[in-house]
């Protein structure tokens, strides 16, 4: 019979193998939280909401009324653009911070957009509103009214809703 020689045969002792299988873990874990998780950054992702609801409440007055929002958004976070048959105001920026007594520019005339925060708190919540104004004695033009509600961090679009006066 032959006899066999395991003189030459190395191989990884047992401890060696244990800790590269830890490592291996600990590595694979943290690739995984991270891929997870957005690589670390917070995430700053547009809320979703609507404007649901726009109509005529006089010859000079629109209202645009605010809807559900997934979660809390300060009218601060947020633009409008109002566009008047497709005729952007001729300020620039064209889309700006929500504020009480905002003015847009369009077609010479100056249109005053009113904020209602019914809850005072600066948040955008269901029922809030603005109403949209001609100058006192002027009807509003005839055409498209289109409010849309912009993402102040991204520019990304929350909403738009429109109305035909």
């Known amino acids: ?30 690739v995984l939280y ?8 917070t995430s700053s992702s547009a809320p979703t909401g609507t404007i ?16 559900a929002f997934s979660k ?5 976070d947020c633009k409008l653009l109002l566009t ?10 064209a ?14 005339v100056v249109y005053t957009l009113d904020l209602q925060d019914l809850t005072g708190d600066g948040k955008i919540a269901n029922g809030d509103y603005v109403t949209i104004s001609s100058p006192s004695g002027t009807d509003l033009a005839t055409g498209e009214y289109v409010l849309t509600l912009i993402w102040g ?3 990304s679009t929350i909403d738009t809703q429109s109305i035909t006066v």
């Open 1 to 30: 019979m032959m006899k066999k020689s395991f003189k030459n045969r190395s191989a990884v002792s047992p401890v060696i193998a244990t800790i590269l299988m830890v490592a291996i873990t600990v590595v694979l874990a943290a």
């Open 34 to 41: 991270v891929m997870v998780m957005g690589f670390g950054g």
């Open 52 to 67: 649901s609801a726009s109509e005529k409440l006089s010859a000079e007055d629109l209202k645009f009324q605010f809807g």
């Open 72 to 76: 809390d958004t300060q009218f601060s």
């Open 84 to 93: 008047i048959d497709g005729e952007q105001p001729t300020e620039s920026p």
């Open 95 to 108: 889309a700006r911070v929500i504020t009480d007594g905002m003015t847009f520019t369009i077609d010479s």
């Open 153 to 155: 961090q991204d520019g």
